[in-house]
């Protein structure tokens, strides 16, 4: 449960989503051109609008049901809002689309915003939601067609024993774009006029499907915050099972006391390499320790004596390197217990990358991936590139046409990211630089910021404010250096530095506090 529960949806603080100060978008008035229950809208091209109703919602005190992994609890002062709900679908695909929107009747802020999903569920219908309608967006989001699934495809991937394409064109691209017209079609009908400015934000599937509305859509959005997005989905759909295919090879199944050994020996040999021990590599890409050096040391798990083996050594090593030559492993300091757990001494695969394997490329979804020997592995790995790269990979590097539109694209990742290593956002961010001249040509309109020990989507020193940032950069022009960030309890602050800048130790001064540092 802890591992699945990571895979958070990013809860947009509050603060983050009022109005800049000077912003014409926050002096917009709301003066609603039409009635809720009359709203209609004509059907974008290659989409049929099956149904559309309109109703009033009081606002108030909103409870949000249970539906993990999105955060759930009532939210109070919520604004009276117009809930639209759109169901459309694709001539000859036969699938159904819902897409909701809900515009805040009064204190409308001039914007629109799209919220992105989380694994295999393509939209956010939680607390991230009604925040955003309480600070005066319109606010919309999309099921895709695959419906509340969030965990494994194997509801909605397969058609007669074959992939349903109809399915996952909707949820890899297909439905982010009907999502951007929808929404801003219904948002400019009710109020009378267009949203001034259209945000994407999303984390992990989220992320990625903002990583492919600026490659596909560009003009679909002014700004758009990616965080710790699961670009490369199509070799991260497969590396991300490594370390259980590497357990179930090698026949050793650490407890996650003995991983947290390892990693707690890695820690205390890299900390001190930024200039300050704070419990954190702040470039655990350059952290080199070997797990060999922990063999034979014997340390007490659940009160119990464990004597570490090499074999347990070589597990480790092997699921830090990663597939080599295919993807990139964990980095020295996550927690393992995101894709390298076990229980009852057997390896147990993460779900998501499990359901791609077993669902996308074996088209059984009984197939049970433990059986896979390492070169079935690498040959699964090729098949999903070929396959698959062109549909949900992500990951195309020419952002030209999204530059030339004048979007702004605001991307995060966690170091310490146990679920999506951030090297393979890395590695995306120095395609794109290969493209388009350099990582000053770039950083003029895509940054992205490592943020040391963080996990996924949170966890660690993570951006207190990363919307509030994207929108000063696209409304004033005011491209963040930095990006401000905290724990969760306030204790610890950093400035996370614009890529490839990194932030170091000044040598002095409290090392919990933002001012200690600077960017080189």
Same mark, same amino acid.
């Given at each position: 449960?802890?591992?699945?529960?990571?895979?958070?949806?990013? /809860?947009?603080?509050?603060?983050?989503?009022?109005?800049?100060?000077?912003?014409?978008?926050? %002096?917009?008035?709301?003066?609603?051109?039409?009635?809720?229950?009359?709203?209609?809208?004509?059907?974008?091209?290659?989409?049929?609008?099956?149904?559309?109703?309109?109703?009033?919602?009081?606002?108030?005190?909103? /409870?949000?049901p249970?539906?993990?992994?999105?955060?759930?609890?009532?939210?109070?002062?919520?604004?009276?809002?117009?809930e639209?709900?759109?169901?459309?679908?694709?001539?000859?695909?036969?699938?159904?689309?819902?897409?909701?929107?809900?515009?805040?009747?009064?204190?409308?802020?001039?914007?629109?915003?799209?919220?992105?999903?989380?694994?295999? +569920?393509?939209?956010?219908f939680?607390?991230?939601?009604?925040?955003?309608?309480?600070?005066?967006?319109?606010?919309?989001?999309?099921?895709?067609?695959?419906?509340?699934?969030?965990? %494994?495809?194997?509801?909605?991937?397969?058609?007669?024993?074959?992939?349903? +394409?109809?399915?996952? $064109?909707?949820?890899?691209?297909?439905?982010?774009?009907d999502?951007?017209?929808?929404?801003?079609?219904?948002?400019?009908?009710? =109020?009378?006029?267009?949203?001034?400015?259209?945000? !994407?934000?999303?984390?992990?599937?989220?992320?990625?499907?903002? =990583?492919? *509305?600026?490659?596909?859509?560009?003009?679909?959005?002014?700004?758009?915050?990616?965080?710790?997005?699961? /670009?490369?989905?199509?070799? &991260?759909?497969?590396?991300?099972? &490594?370390?259980?295919?590497?357990?179930?090879? *090698?026949?050793?199944y650490?407890?996650?006391?003995?991983?947290?050994?390892?990693?707690?020996?890695?820690?205390?040999?890299?900390?001190?390499?930024?200039?300050?021990?704070?419990g954190?590599?702040?470039?655990?890409?350059?952290?080199?320790?070997a797990p060999?050096?922990?063999?034979?040391?014997?340390? @007490?798990?659940?009160?119990?004596?464990?004597?570490?083996?090499?074999?347990?050594?070589?597990?480790?090593?092997?699921? !830090?390197?990663?597939?080599?030559?295919? &993807?990139?492993?964990?980095?020295?300091?996550?927690?393992?217990?995101?894709?390298?757990? %076990?229980?009852?001494?057997?390896?147990?695969?993460?779900?998501?990358?499990d359901? !791609?394997?077993?669902?996308?490329?074996?088209?059984?979804?009984?197939?049970?991936?433990?059986?896979?020997?390492?070169?079935?592995?690498?040959?699964?790995?090729?098949?999903?590139?070929?396959?698959?790269?062109q549909?949900?990979?992500?990951?195309?590097?020419? $952002?030209?046409?999204?530059r030339r539109?004048?979007?702004?694209?605001?991307?995060?990742?966690? $170091?310490?990211?146990?679920?999506?290593?951030?090297?393979?956002? /890395?590695?995306?961010?120095?395609?794109?630089?290969? *493209? @388009?001249?350099?990582?000053?040509?770039?950083?003029?309109?895509?940054?992205?910021?490592?943020?040391?020990?963080?996990?996924?989507?949170?966890?660690?020193?993570?951006?207190?404010?990363?919307?509030?940032?994207l929108?000063?950069?696209?409304?004033?022009?005011?491209?963040?250096?930095? @990006?401000?960030?905290?724990?969760?309890?306030?204790?610890?602050?950093?400035?996370?530095?614009?890529y490839?800048?990194?932030?170091?130790?000044?040598?002095?001064?409290?090392?919990?506090?933002?001012?200690?540092?600077?960017?080189?």
């Amino acid at each position: 449960m802890k591992r699945i529960l990571t895979i958070l949806a990013a /809860v947009v603080p509050l603060a983050a989503l009022m109005p800049l100060p000077g912003s014409s978008a926050a %002096t917009t008035a709301a003066s609603t051109a039409t009635a809720c229950t009359t709203v209609s809208i004509k059907a974008p091209q290659g989409v049929r609008i099956d149904s559309l109703t309109g109703v009033d919602q009081p606002g108030g005190t909103v /409870v949000i049901p249970p539906n993990p992994p999105f955060p759930s609890g009532p939210v109070t002062g919520v604004p009276a809002y117009c809930e639209v709900t759109v169901q459309l679908s694709h001539p000859g695909a036969g699938d159904h689309v819902k897409t909701v929107v809900w515009l805040p009747k009064t204190g409308w802020n001039g914007r629109f915003q799209a919220l992105g999903g989380s694994a295999y +569920q393509a939209g956010e219908f939680g607390i991230p939601w009604v925040n955003a309608v309480k600070a005066g967006y319109a606010v919309a989001s999309t099921d895709a067609g695959v419906g509340p699934s969030p965990f %494994t495809a194997d509801a909605w991937a397969l058609k007669d024993g074959k992939v349903n +394409q109809a399915l996952l $064109l909707n949820f890899a691209s297909r439905s982010l774009h009907d999502l951007a017209t929808v929404g801003k079609a219904v948002t400019n009908q009710y =109020y009378g006029h267009a949203a001034n400015y259209s945000y !994407w934000t999303g984390c992990s599937t989220g992320g990625r499907q903002g =990583y492919i *509305e600026a490659q596909q859509h560009p003009d679909d959005f002014d700004g758009i915050l990616a965080q710790s997005p699961a /670009v490369n989905w199509d070799r &991260w759909g497969v590396a991300a099972i &490594w370390p259980a295919v590497v357990m179930n090879q *090698e026949h050793t199944y650490p407890t996650a006391c003995v991983f947290d050994e390892f990693n707690k020996a890695a820690v205390q040999a890299c900390d001190s390499k930024d200039g300050v021990v704070n419990g954190v590599i702040d470039q655990p890409q350059k952290c080199t320790w070997a797990p060999e050096r922990l063999v034979g040391k014997t340390v @007490l798990c659940d009160g119990k004596p464990v004597t570490i083996t090499a074999a347990d050594a070589r597990v480790v090593r092997k699921i !830090w390197d990663g597939p080599r030559g295919l &993807w990139y492993g964990l980095t020295r300091g996550s927690a393992f217990d995101g894709l390298a757990a %076990t229980a009852d001494g057997k390896a147990v695969p993460f779900v998501v990358p499990d359901s !791609w394997v077993r669902d996308f490329l074996k088209l059984d979804p009984a197939f049970d991936t433990s059986t896979l020997t390492y070169s079935q592995y690498a040959k699964l790995f090729r098949q999903s590139q070929a396959q698959y790269n062109q549909v949900i990979g992500s990951d195309d590097p020419d $952002l030209s046409a999204f530059r030339r539109s004048g979007g702004k694209l605001l991307s995060w990742h966690g $170091l310490s990211d146990s679920l999506i290593p951030a090297l393979g956002t /890395v590695d995306y961010r120095k395609r794109v630089e290969r *493209e @388009l001249g350099g990582s000053t040509r770039v950083n003029d309109f895509y940054r992205l910021f490592l943020a040391p020990g963080a996990g996924h989507c949170g966890g660690g020193i993570t951006p207190t404010d990363p919307l509030a940032s994207l929108v000063k950069w696209v409304e004033q022009g005011q491209a963040p250096a930095t @990006l401000p960030a905290a724990t969760v309890d306030g204790t610890e602050h950093r400035d996370l530095c614009a890529y490839p800048s990194v932030s170091k130790y000044k040598g002095y001064g409290d090392p919990k506090q933002a001012s200690s540092y600077r960017c080189s």
